[in-house]
Structure formats: structure tokens, C-alpha cells
């Protein structure tokens, strides 16, 4: 039996309806009330001397409604009520597809810091200018579209039906072209911005954890070079050892993860791991056209305590709708969010699942601990719903913020 009734409001904007559900802490009785309030933005909930109320993902119509309970006994209730005809705006909807801390959201010459102990890791001042890094299938488009481009033939160069490297890559796109470090610039992407490695400050380097970094790079980097099997550097703090990113020797670069930092932004809000995973998600989606996904642990990543339990599996996701809103009493504002179908499996088999040339999931990477906690939420979040919608088959349902 729930220690206390909840309520969870979802918008259907496809279809203008809110799907509401109560899930009473005993079962309905002669003294369960719903009613909306007079303006259709809030309903309430009145329980065995129990009263809660909660804001709506947006307005609905018939302001000052009581709903009708057609059955007593139960302890979940639900309805679809129809939104205000006369109001197109929802409250907190996400603003298209942005991802979180784009270029233009954050401050030139903002220092950037440990989100865990806020020690100075890039220098005040040392960035001049963001910019955001092209999507990750930029070098591939640009070399079909020069290879391809119309009545310019003669400038192309084929072997085998394939533009030419070299003439490609001195045009800066070729299939061979990669970002580098600039000082001055720190570059954005989805889930990482990335930086010289002069702009930097306060950073531990190590192919494994901590206890066996160097604040020296380059000594390292030859270790590196000497037959180390890793492609980067892990990159602690040196005030608290959190790890904040990784360094890039392709790139010459650090790349530190949006949700371990901080950095002055045109909003108060700092991005978290799942809305940075939500906006890969999302990137992926509209790249691939494929709905799923195998979120799986990045290798030689020992941040958390968990972060050798994390690696034995992978997340399994299958995307149900990328763009919802909810609200529900235990928070205190509507959540923009994806709402998806999730399970764990082994990560062996996720390897054999993605070696088949017919899977349908693409690959998703991210740190250990990262994932132990994408996994946490995702559970937080099932509990949130109406216990009859909380499973779907050998799936668990789970909403992603966005």
C-alpha cells in the first residue's frame, strides 16, 4: 500500500489531451474528489482527509469540473481531458530539439569549473569564443556532397567510385579530417565541451584512475605512444579527483562532460547527465531513423563506486514518443522529457547484438558511472507512473528529462 496518494498528468499534444492518473494510497471511497480549478490549469485531490494539488502540463477545458469516479474500490483512477481550445501554449515544452549549454547559451570568457567542488579547471578569460561542433556525421555528408556536386565534375578525382582523400582533406573535410584544439575557442557538442589544453588548469591526467595520474601530460602521453592499449587520458580534478572528461591525443584536446562542470550560461539551469544523454538520443534518432538504442559503458572509465558493476551490462532502450511534457505531484513544475521503453541486458550480449548486420539499435557510449546513474533515474522515474503502466512485457517504462 503507497505511504501517500500521487497524481501524474502527461500532454498528448498530438492528439490535445492530458492523460491524468491518481494512484490512491487506499482504495476510492465516498470521500474521493478530482476537480479541475476554475481556470483548467490545476486539478485537485481530496482523500480520506488527505489534499493534493497539482499543476497541469497545460490548460485543459471545463475549468471547475469534478471528474467523475465511475467505480469505487479502486486505488488507481485515470481520464483524458481535452485541453482549452482557447490556448495553444503548454507550459514548459522544450524549445525544438536543442541540446543543453548550445554555444550561444554560454558566456565568452566565463571560466569553467568542478561542478563537485567548484576549483577552477579553464581559466577566466581563456576562452574567447564557443562554437558548436558539427554532428558527428559531418565529414561523411560534406564528402558526399563534394563528390557528388552538380556540373563540377571535372574538379573530382575517383578511385573506385570514392572522392579523393587528399583532395578532400585539403578542403577540411575529408573522411580523414578531425577537430583540433584552438586556443581561444572551446567547442560544443551534445554532451562534452572541448578545449586546449593551454586553457587548462588544475587537471590530474591517467590512463587508469586517480592515484596513478601525473598533472604532467606529456609524460604520460609517452606511455601512450609506448604500446598502452588506451585512446585517450582519463582527466581528474586535482582538488576533489572527480573525473570531468577525457583528453583527446587525436584531437589534442580536453573534453570535459557537460553534466561534471559549470560555466557561466544565458541560463541559470546546468545540464545533467540525462539531459545530455535525452539530446543524444535525439540527435541519434534524426540521424539513423531508428527509435533504439544500446547505451553501453565506456571502457577504462573507474569514476563511482559502481562503476565495475555498471560495466557488466548494457541499457536497452526503445524510444515510445521524444517529445512529452509531464507533471506530477512530487515535483514542483512540468518536465520536458522522453518517454521510453528500457531494459538491462549483459554486455556480452549487446556486442553480439550490435555485431548483427540486421540490428536495428545503434550505439550509444558513456562513462560507467554515468550510466549506473542514467539507470538510477530511469527507475526513479517508472515509479512515478500508474503501477498498471509501469511495464510493457520484459521492458520497464522510463521518461528521460529533457
Same mark, same amino acid.
Given at each position: 500500500?503507497?505511504?501517500?496518494?500521487?497524481?501524474?498528468?502527461?500532454?498528448?499534444?498530438?492528439?490535445?489531451?492530458?492523460?491524468?492518473?491518481?494512484?490512491?494510497?487506499?482504495?476510492?471511497?465516498?470521500?474521493?474528489?478530482?476537480?479541475?480549478?476554475?481556470?483548467?490549469?490545476?486539478? *485537485?485531490?481530496?482523500?480520506?482527509?488527505?489534499?493534493?494539488? +497539482?499543476?497541469?502540463?497545460?490548460?485543459?477545458?471545463?475549468?471547475?469540473?469534478?471528474?467523475?469516479?465511475?467505480?469505487?474500490?479502486?486505488?488507481?483512477?485515470?481520464? @483524458?481531458?481535452?485541453?482549452?481550445?482557447?490556448?495553444?501554449?503548454?507550459?514548459?515544452?522544450?524549445?525544438?530539439?536543442?541540446?543543453?549549454?548550445?554555444?550561444?547559451?554560454?558566456?565568452?570568457?566565463?571560466?569553467?569549473?568542478?561542478?563537485?567542488?567548484?576549483?577552477?579547471? =579553464?581559466?577566466?578569460?581563456?576562452?574567447?569564443? /564557443?562554437?558548436?561542433?558539427?554532428?558527428?556525421?559531418?565529414?561523411?555528408?560534406? *564528402?558526399? /556532397?563534394?563528390? &557528388?556536386?552538380?556540373?563540377?565534375?571535372?574538379? &573530382?578525382?575517383?578511385?573506385?567510385?570514392?572522392?579523393?582523400?587528399?583532395?578532400?582533406?585539403?578542403?577540411?573535410?575529408?573522411?580523414?579530417?578531425?577537430?583540433?584544439?584552438?586556443?581561444?575557442?572551446?567547442?560544443?557538442?551534445?554532451?562534452?565541451?572541448? !578545449?586546449?589544453?593551454?586553457?587548462?588548469?588544475? +587537471?590530474?591526467?591517467?590512463?587508469?584512475?586517480?592515484?596513478?595520474?601525473?598533472?604532467?601530460? &606529456?609524460?604520460?602521453? *609517452?606511455?601512450?605512444?609506448?604500446?598502452?592499449?588506451?585512446?585517450?587520458?582519463? =582527466? !581528474?580534478?586535482?582538488?576533489?579527483?572527480?573525473?570531468?572528461? !577525457?583528453?583527446?591525443?587525436?584531437?589534442?584536446? =580536453?573534453?570535459?562532460?557537460?553534466?561534471?562542470?559549470?560555466?557561466?550560461?544565458?541560463?541559470?539551469?546546468?545540464?545533467?547527465?540525462?539531459?545530455?544523454?535525452?539530446?543524444?538520443?535525439?540527435?541519434?534518432?534524426?540521424?539513423?531513423?531508428?527509435?533504439?538504442?544500446?547505451?553501453?559503458?565506456?571502457?577504462?572509465?573507474?569514476?563511482?563506486?559502481?562503476?565495475?558493476?555498471?560495466?557488466?551490462?548494457?541499457?536497452?532502450?526503445?524510444?515510445?514518443?521524444?517529445?512529452?511534457?509531464?507533471?506530477?505531484?512530487?515535483?514542483?513544475?512540468?518536465?520536458?522529457?522522453?518517454?521510453?521503453?528500457?531494459?538491462? =541486458?549483459?554486455?556480452?550480449?549487446?556486442?553480439?547484438?550490435?555485431?548483427?548486420?540486421?540490428?536495428?539499435?545503434?550505439?550509444?557510449?558513456?562513462?560507467?558511472?554515468?550510466?549506473?546513474?542514467?539507470?538510477?533515474?530511469?527507475?526513479?522515474?517508472?515509479?512515478?507512473?500508474?503501477?498498471?503502466?509501469? +511495464?510493457?512485457?520484459?521492458?520497464?517504462?522510463?521518461?528521460?528529462? @529533457?
Amino acid at each position: 500500500m503507497l505511504s501517500h496518494s500521487s497524481i501524474y498528468a502527461e500532454l498528448l499534444s498530438n492528439i490535445r489531451q492530458i492523460s491524468l492518473a491518481v494512484s490512491l494510497r487506499s482504495p476510492s471511497d465516498g470521500s474521493t474528489r478530482v476537480a479541475v480549478t476554475a481556470d483548467g490549469s490545476d486539478v *485537485e485531490l481530496r482523500h480520506q482527509g488527505e489534499m493534493q494539488r +497539482l499543476a497541469l502540463p497545460a490548460k485543459i477545458a471545463h475549468g471547475g469540473a469534478v471528474l467523475p469516479i465511475n467505480t469505487q474500490g479502486v486505488s488507481t483512477l485515470t481520464w @483524458r481531458l481535452p485541453l482549452d481550445p482557447t490556448s495553444s501554449q503548454q507550459k514548459n515544452t522544450t524549445d525544438g530539439d536543442a541540446a543543453p549549454w548550445s554555444a550561444t547559451d554560454l558566456e565568452a570568457g566565463s571560466a569553467v569549473t568542478c561542478r563537485q567542488c567548484g576549483a577552477v579547471v =579553464v581559466d577566466r578569460d581563456a576562452i574567447k569564443v /564557443w562554437k558548436d561542433l558539427p554532428s558527428e556525421n559531418w565529414a561523411e555528408m560534406m *564528402e558526399f /556532397w563534394h563528390c &557528388h556536386k552538380p556540373n563540377e565534375a571535372e574538379h &573530382h578525382s575517383h578511385e573506385n567510385g570514392k572522392a579523393d582523400d587528399r583532395s578532400l582533406a585539403a578542403r577540411g573535410y575529408g573522411a580523414s579530417s578531425n577537430i583540433s584544439a584552438q586556443n581561444g575557442v572551446g567547442f560544443v557538442d551534445l554532451t562534452t565541451l572541448l !578545449f586546449s589544453e593551454s586553457a587548462s588548469a588544475s +587537471l590530474t591526467f591517467s590512463t587508469s584512475g586517480y592515484e596513478h595520474g601525473s598533472t604532467d601530460r &606529456h609524460a604520460l602521453a *609517452e606511455t601512450n605512444a609506448s604500446g598502452s592499449q588506451h585512446r585517450g587520458l582519463n =582527466v !581528474f580534478c586535482s582538488a576533489c579527483h572527480t573525473q570531468l572528461g !577525457f583528453f583527446n591525443f587525436r584531437a589534442a584536446a =580536453v573534453t570535459l562532460l557537460k553534466w561534471q562542470i559549470s560555466c557561466k550560461s544565458t541560463s541559470a539551469h546546468t545540464p545533467d547527465i540525462s539531459e545530455c544523454l535525452a539530446a543524444t538520443i535525439i540527435s541519434t534518432i534524426s540521424r539513423s531513423a531508428s527509435s533504439k538504442a544500446l547505451i553501453t559503458p565506456i571502457n577504462d572509465t573507474p569514476i563511482g563506486t559502481n562503476a565495475q558493476a555498471n560495466t557488466r551490462n548494457a541499457l536497452h532502450i526503445w524510444v515510445m514518443n521524444k517529445d512529452i511534457v509531464y507533471s506530477t505531484s512530487t515535483a514542483e513544475r512540468s518536465t520536458p522529457a522522453i518517454k521510453l521503453l528500457y531494459r538491462l =541486458v549483459p554486455r556480452e550480449q549487446a556486442e553480439r547484438m550490435l555485431e548483427v548486420i540486421t540490428c536495428d539499435a545503434q550505439e550509444i557510449s558513456i562513462p560507467s558511472d554515468a550510466l549506473g546513474r542514467v539507470i538510477q533515474s530511469l527507475d526513479e522515474s517508472n515509479m512515478l507512473l500508474p503501477g498498471s503502466e509501469r +511495464l510493457f512485457q520484459q521492458w520497464k517504462v522510463g521518461l528521460l528529462a @529533457r
